[in-house]
């Protein structure tokens, strides 16, 4: 299923069914907008094979999950003035019927839904060399509606008379490489010796900890400090109407700080620290700082090195070290051991019977709402830290507004108020809800305009990364759901995985608060 596939997500009750939703991008001074029921998605630039052509109409053409496809120079066909020896850094992958090609784009600027009535043909004159035959009125804040080109993207398919065909194949191609995964995932789960763990990455280290440890995955909050703290205690924090230790993530392991982590006498947390891990068991919970959360694997750690065969500090917590390959290593974590010796995690604890307590521990079964998550495509959006933000939440993402009534912020993390559709909206700093810094000024910027419970605010973020198409990913969930579940995606990059967190702007706890404020 690809991004175009699930534009049909994006109806909910407030959308008219004849609206379409458009993709806007950029081609040096070019602005224009595509279909997005022809975008399968965009990516960076991969390695090209040349392909020379007299006519200059291929770039090259690059792999995709098996695929060869065809990279298209739109300024092929347009009267460009600058040369053409640099091709831009994106791709926008192109899907009509079973055809599919590449577009060399400089950037995807947002997404915008339309009403049908919107989209006005201007060249009635029917010719095989045009590309742009029509344009759509977008809203543009207070300022009148802008007209962009739309990109007709049989014609351009047509016109070049390349492509590559997504046929059965292909889509057999990817069903038989996702079962072969879903085998190998469930042979590797056969293994007694096999536990899914979750992966963190803090001072050039990756830990290790069962995933059944993990309760949440949250931005760094605010630390208090105590009074005749342990060396290993960084200080405490409210987490769900607890009061839960938040250690110095190092000590805690019995190793010595690092360059990223906190000193011994320091009382607040390191900037790169930006993540707190919320580790529970049996009804108590403490917090451990990391950098980034790479993934949630099974690993089998039969293999793995004892602590101390490795020369690191032999203690409970630190479980022992696994190889993944020559370069890299894992410190492996009992997160419940960790937990349980800390004398603060006590605090943690409230007035539950035992057996609740028990059933909180238990992650439960997945609900519609997570199979919902992992059926819909992403906008990967970077806000203090790269979140994927759910396409069902989005209405449109558009240029930070010119014109912006700063008088109306009574909250810090509230830029002001924009006009955007003839409606007046609160626009809300993102990295300023994740981690109290504000959202740099800089052309990439661009606002969310999303709709949470029937009403519409602006969030404002510092660029717009990629989009990622539906079941692209893996999606992994920490919590239980009496306490809020943190949910984050796992996708594969060119022969790389990367992982970000979910956006939930109906359960996002610091947006909530700001918008009850």
């Keep these: 299923m690809t991004l175009a596939a699930t534009s049909v997500a994006l109806n909910g009750a407030h959308r008219n069914d004849s609206s379409l939703s458009m993709t806007f991008c950029r081609l040096g001074d070019l602005r224009f907008a595509v279909p997005l029921n022809d975008v ?17 109409a291929i770039a090259g053409v690059f792999v995709y999950r098996q695929q060869t496809i065809p990279l298209l120079d739109l300024r092929r066909w347009l009267p460009w003035s600058d040369e053409r020896s640099e091709l831009p850094g994106q791709i926008l992958l192109l899907r009509q019927n079973a055809h599919l090609v590449g577009v060399a784009i400089d950037q995807v600027e947002g997404l915008q839904r339309v009403p049908g009535s919107q989209i006005q043909r201007v060249v009635q004159r029917e010719d095989d ?12 804040g207070e300022q009148e509606s802008q007209a962009l080109g739309l990109l007709d993207v049989d014609a351009l398919i047509r016109l070049s008379q390349v492509w590559s065909a997504a046929d059965e194949e292909f889509a057999a191609s990817i069903a038989a490489a996702d079962s072969e995964l879903a085998a190998t995932t469930a042979a590797t789960a056969a293994s007694a010796s096999t536990v899914p763990h979750a992966l963190f990455e803090l001072a050039g280290q990756v830990l290790a900890i069962p995933a059944a440890d993990v309760a949440a995955v949250i931005s760094m909050p605010v630390v208090t400090t105590i009074l005749g703290r342990h060396p290993a205690w960084l200080g405490m924090t409210i987490w769900r109407e607890r009061d839960v230790p938040v250690l110095r993530t190092m000590a805690a392991l019995g190793l010595p700080p690092q360059a990223a982590d906190e000193s011994a006498h320091d009382t607040s947390a390191s900037a790169q620290e930006n993540l707190l891990v919320i580790l529970g068991s049996e009804g108590r919970y403490a917090g451990l700082p990391v950098q980034v959360a790479r993934a949630v694997t099974p690993l089998d750690t039969s293999a793995a090195q004892t602590a101390a065969s ?23 974590v ?21 057996k609740q307590d028990q059933q909180n521990q238990q992650p439960d079964q997945p609900n519609q709402a997570d199979l919902d998550a992992a059926l819909q495509a992403h906008v990967v959006v970077q806000g203090g830290r790269a979140w994927a933000v759910g396409m069902r939440w989005l209405e449109a993402i558009i240029h930070f507004p010119e014109q912006l009534d700063t008088n109306t912020a009574g909250n810090p993390a509230q830029l002001g108020n924009f006009i955007w559709n003839q409606q007046t909206l609160a626009l809300w700093d993102l990295r300023m809800l ?19 419970d029937g009403m519409l605010i602006g969030l404002a973020v510092e660029q717009l990364l990629i989009l990622l198409p539906a079941r692209s990913g893996k999606i ?25 967190s979910i956006l939930n702007p109906a359960e996002y706890l610091p947006l909530q608060q700001a918008l009850a404020s």
């Design 310 to 332: 490795a020369g690191l500090p032999a203690n409970t917590v630190l479980s022992g070290v696994l190889h993944l390959n020559a370069a890299e290593r894992l410190l492996l």
């Design 40 to 56: 399968v998605q965009a990516i960076r630039q991969p390695q090209l094979t040349l392909l020379p052509r007299r006519d200059q």
């Design 129 to 140: 060399e045009e590309l742009f035959h029509s344009t759509v009125s977008i809203a543009a």
């Design 334 to 354: 009992d997160g419940a051991e960790l937990v349980n010796t800390c004398s603060l995690s006590a605090l943690s604890q409230k007035n539950a019977s035992a």
């Design 434 to 452: 994740s981690n109290q810094t504000p959202t740099p000024d800089s052309p990439e910027r661009r606002v969310l305009i999303m709709r949470i």
């Design 476 to 500: 992994a969930a920490f919590g239980r759901r009496q306490s809020g579940v943190t949910q984050i995606i796992t996708v594969r990059d060119q022969d790389q995985e990367k992982t970000y």
